[in-house]
């Protein structure tokens, strides 16, 4: 049986972190787990600038808001990838990612094996530049 990915698509990088911890915690390796952000959050929308404003007027209700919550406010999709190895681990994976309500889940052919970095290039430029 050739390897398999198993995708899932969250709608916060928070979500998905959930999903990897608990993947985690029900014994699949870190090594064969990887998440990535997908879209990073956008910026505060001149809509919501009065509204941030107002809310700075005083300091007791909240705070800085636009410190404290201006990184919740936009998209943050992440991607959660399982590599499985037979049908009972994409089962596996895909049940527990969907206990987090994903957006999607996809199961896709993972064609050969990823290849690690040489440990070199992960300390060294690969590309020095020299003055």
């Known amino acids: 049986m050739a390897t ?3 995708i899932g698509l969250f709608h916060s990088s928070g979500i998905a972190e ?3 911890h608990r993947l985690i915690t029900e014994g699949v390796a870190p090594r064969d787990i990887a998440h990535r952000v997908l ?3 956008a910026p505060i929308p001149p809509v919501l600038q009065p509204e941030l404003a107002a809310l700075e007027v005083d300091p007791l209700v909240i705070g800085n808001t636009r410190e404290s ?3 919740f406010i936009g998209n943050g999709e992440t991607a959660v990838f399982v590599r499985a190895l037979d049908d009972e681990q994409v089962e596996f994976a895909s049940d527990v990612l969907k206990l987090y309500l994903p957006t999607a889940i996809e199961v896709v052919p993972l064609s ?3 290849k690690a970095a040489p440990r070199d290039s992960i300390l060294r430029p690969t590309n ?3 003055d």
């Open 4 to 6: 398999r990915l198993v």
């Open 112 to 114: 050969e094996p990823p």
């Open 69 to 71: 919550f201006a990184r």
């Open 128 to 130: 020095p530049t020299r």
């Open 39 to 41: 879209k990073e959050i």
């Open 18 to 20: 959930d999903a990897v």
